[in-house]
């Protein structure tokens, strides 16, 4: 297939003069916002998947007979699949076309999807968790290669607000979705409804979207940059998932770290011999562009900050069932639905910088103000802190990845989206382990003073132990045979406990997006942004 490219007069060192739009094209073919109703479907897909799941592994730990330890695997072999291959993923999608990445990683989640349902084993689905990873990793960085070459630069924020509205509605309406169809249907179903889904992103993905390719974009694979990159992001990732089972101060923890900076050096250093690397180490030369990449990691750090252990607090404290708790955050997805296309606005009005500081501020805030929920609080409060938090988390997934993917070059413009998928990856592993173990030091130090307070017998280490683990979920260590005034006692107790856990770990999450509001400041609308849409269509 021969490249007809619309960048021909420009020099190696020019820059392209920027396009007033898109070129027409015949019918559907090209549209800009069909383009981004297409993509958004098949984004919705990876991004359900990445909390419905959740919902649904009780019911398939029952059904399949599967350990604890294997249900985790469910989790952790599609987080582990998407996070190592996302940048590799994204210069498949610069090197042979974002249209042609974004189709085949649809198709191949929705398949991937389909198999799980029809999986006997537990085995079968967690080969097949890895194999969504691997698709939905091809997926992500297409999207936002595909929006970045279809829309000018005056309508890119736009495109991204409603592209990040739609990763944040269905992340945080995964549980109330899963909780549906796990309560009503079975768990199966969880995985069938992206096949139909999949379908249609791959129908209108075939009819609508134009592939775009930048004149000088990659022509070779850098082999074992990809090796050494996928080697690094799998050691720092493992190490992230294990260190709440491992320990923090576990040599095995800090072996996977230690090998994991070891490899992201070698590759650091690789990088700067190869001709034509896979991540050019001049784009971190741009500060907006590092502060984007940390700003992403800081902003996952704190969502899942916000959402990790709420699910925990209104199921197991507040007692409610999974579809309650969904609608219970139903605030935190609405502000995310309505307030990242008007972020998008906004961004292309006033820069990045005064919003995304904004938005980190008022998410700083609303972390404190879950700090200070306790067992018997009503859900007016808890609605105005969840309204709070969507409201601010909403411009900085936008800004935030305008940033990033505007600071790029446009054939580089799928290594960047990788890069920004790759961040929040590992934002949101590093939240969960660092937040878990200041919940986890947290409930260990309280506990035993609290159960000796409410005059309880005294645990073994054993014991001990073993409660304070059901305590970090929120879930009072009773049995059935225990009297009831026995029984509530220790669920007033296990309740406190994990209240004043939940407490610190939110703080820790607000001092952190506090910090991001410095980091935000050194942002600044992206400089190659006005190369996107137009550049060279198949």
């Known amino acids: 297939m021969t490249s007809q490219t619309a960048i021909d007069s420009t020099g190696p060192g020019d820059k392209a003069p920027a396009p007033s739009g898109p070129p027409p094209a015949p019918g559907l073919r090209g549209h800009p916002w069909l383009t981004l109703i297409t993509v958004a479907v098949g984004v919705m ?12 592994n009780p019911a398939i730990r029952d059904d399949l007979h599967a350990s604890f330890a294997d ?35 649809v198709s ?46 005056e309508k890119l924020n736009m495109a991204i607000g409603v592209w990040g509205m739609v990763i944040g509605a269905s992340t945080a309406g995964g549980p109330i979705l899963g909780g549906v169809l796990v309560e009503h249907v079975n768990w199966q179903s969880v995985f069938f409804i992206n096949v139909p889904v999949g379908a249609l992103a791959l129908l209108l993905g075939t009819m609508i979207l134009l592939d775009h390719r930048a004149e000088n974009a990659p022509r070779s694979f850098d082999l074992l940059g990809i090796a050494l990159l996928s080697g690094a992001m799998f050691c720092l990732v493992w190490a992230l998932i294990k260190a709440p089972a491992w320990g923090w101060g576990s040599g ?51 969502f899942m900050g916000g959402l990790f252990f709420v699910t925990f607090y209104l199921q197991n404290v507040h007692g409610m069932s999974p579809v309650d708790a969904g609608l219970h955050l139903l605030p935190l997805t609405c502000m995310m639905i309505v307030g990242s296309p008007l972020a998008g606005a906004a961004i292309t009005r006033l820069g990045p910088r005064i919003p995304l500081a904004g ?67 590992i934002g949101s592993s590093l939240g969960t382990a660092v937040l878990g173990a200041v919940m986890a030091s ?14 309880l017998p005294k645990l073994t280490p054993g014991q001990l132990g073993q409660a304070s683990e059901a305590v970090q979920v929120g879930v009072a260590p009773v049995t059935k045979s225990m009297p009831a005034p026995v029984a509530a006692k220790i669920t007033a107790v296990a309740h406190d406990t994990f209240i004043s856990g939940m407490s610190r770990a939110s703080l820790v999450a607000a001092g952190v997006a506090a910090v991001a509001v410095l980091v935000a400041l050194l942002t600044k609308r992206g400089d190659n942004a006005e190369a996107g849409a137009g550049v060279g269509h198949i």
């Open 45 to 56: 897909m990876v991004a359900l998947d990445g909390t419905i799941v959740a919902i649904a």
């Open 71 to 105: 249900v985790q695997w469910i989790t952790n072999s599609y987080f582990l699949a998407l996070a190592v291959t996302l940048i590799t993923a994204g210069k498949l999608g610069d090197r042979f076309g974002h249209r042609q990445t974004f189709l085949i990683g």
């Open 108 to 153: 191949g989640f929705a398949l991937a999807s389909g198999a799980i349902g029809l999986s006997g084993s537990i085995a079968a689905v967690v080969t097949f968790r890895v194999f969504q990873g691997l698709f939905g990793a091809l997926l992500m960085p297409a999207a936002l290669g595909v929006l970045r070459a279809t829309f000018p630069a």
């Open 252 to 302: 095995r923890t800090w072996l996977f770290l230690g090998v994991s900076v070891l490899l992201f050096a070698l590759f650091a250093l690789w990088e700067t011999r190869v001709a034509e690397p896979l991540i050019p180490l001049r784009l971190f030369r741009s500060v907006p562009f590092s502060a984007g990449a940390v700003l992403m990691v800081m902003m996952a750090i704190a």
């Open 359 to 425: 938005g980190m501020a008022v998410t700083a805030v609303a972390l404190y103000g879950m700090s200070t929920l306790e067992v018997d609080t009503g859900s007016a409060l808890m609605s105005l802190w969840f309204a709070l938090l969507g409201l601010g988390l909403a411009p900085v997934m936008v800004g935030a990845t305008e940033v990033i993917v505007g600071n790029a070059p446009m054939e580089l413009s799928g290594v960047a989206g990788g890069l920004q998928q790759a961040a929040m990856q």
């Open 442 to 455: 947290k409930v260990d130090s309280d506990l035993p003073g609290n159960w000796a307070g409410a005059g």
